[in-house]
């Protein structure tokens, strides 16, 4: 079961390392990213500063889908982050048992030539990007922006209901 899906074009990073996963009742961070997984020095970097007490996988989206709807990992509990927002598409579509969907840190490093408006100080989107988040919203998986584990929801229909 995915315990949480997070946006975070950052991927593994202190938040993620120092608070979710010791907030999260999770036993396995998987990163889903095609570029990330196909490049040895980027896994080798996202290994290196994953947490010790982790289970840590670094992943394709073919690969991760495959993985994510096996039977064997139903029991687990698995923390998921993705770099951008068709990842964060797909497997919210094609995923079992997604739990939540948390929308964090996008658009200011990702970019995609086109001109990108700021939703809040940490949420930056083309038109493309925005119409396909807000289908993220039709899976009928709560989605939310959080920074960080102590600080409130946003729910993601407040910040993108202009769409």
Known sequence: MID???????????QIAAAWVKTLPVDTLLVIDDTSATDPFLTKTLYMASPANIKTFVMT???????????????????????????????????????EIN???????????????????HLFLDDDEAVNLKKVLAFDIPAFMQMTPSQPKTPLTNILKNV
Request: charged share 35%; glycine share 6%; hydrophobic share 35%.
């Open 4 to 14: 949480l899906l997070r946006l975070d074009e950052r991927l593994i990073h202190g």
């Open 103 to 121: 929308v964090s840190n996008y658009g200011r490093l990702v970019t995609s030539g086109k001109e990108r408006k700021g939703y809040t100080d």
């Open 61 to 99: 989206n073919e690969e991760a889908l495959k993985v994510l709807n096996d039977p064997r990992c139903a029991d687990r509990h698995i923390f998921v982050v993705v770099r951008t927002i068709d990842t964060l598409l797909n497997i919210a579509e094609n995923a079992k048992d997604v739990k």
